[in-house]
């Protein structure tokens, strides 16, 4: 395998993280539009900040699941074998986590708070993890 395949998933991984943070912002000043007065919000909506913020889940999705398998598959194709550790573990969490989250997108169309609340309590674990 050519060493410079070994900088990928990582970068990849940092990649992630900084899409993370942004798609999070975007998310949090949607949230702030249901709370502000009419004048604000008229200043705000024209923004899309949940529309970008759905738009980069999908990415962050799509990503997430390149990156697992690709951390997985260079694993394999440098060792021969699959380490069986944390760091697998946890990337397999976060993967399963960003899915279970992706799932909650009807519901947040929808409205539903327990959604909303879910939503951020999963990404909150994901950005820990």
């Known amino acids: 395998m050519p060493f410079a395949l070994n900088f990928v998933h990582p970068l990849l991984m940092w990649v992630l993280l900084g899409l993370m943070l942004y798609s999070g912002y975007l998310g949090y000043k949607a949230s702030l539009i249901r709370k502000v007065s009419a004048e604000e919000r008229k200043a705000m909506v024209p923004l ?53 989250t992706a799932s909650l997108g009807p519901s947040l169309q929808k409205g539903k708070d327990w959604a909303r609340g879910l939503h951020v309590a999963i990404n909150g674990g994901v950005l820990m993890l």
Do not use: S, W
């Open 48 to 100: 899309h900040y949940g529309q970008r913020h759905a738009q980069f889940g999908a990415v962050i999705l799509g990503l997430t699941l390149l990156g697992a398998v690709g951390g997985m598959a260079a694993t394999f194709l440098k060792n021969g074998k699959l380490i069986l550790g944390p760091h697998l573990f946890v990337g397999l969490a976060v993967a399963v986590l960003v899915i279970a």
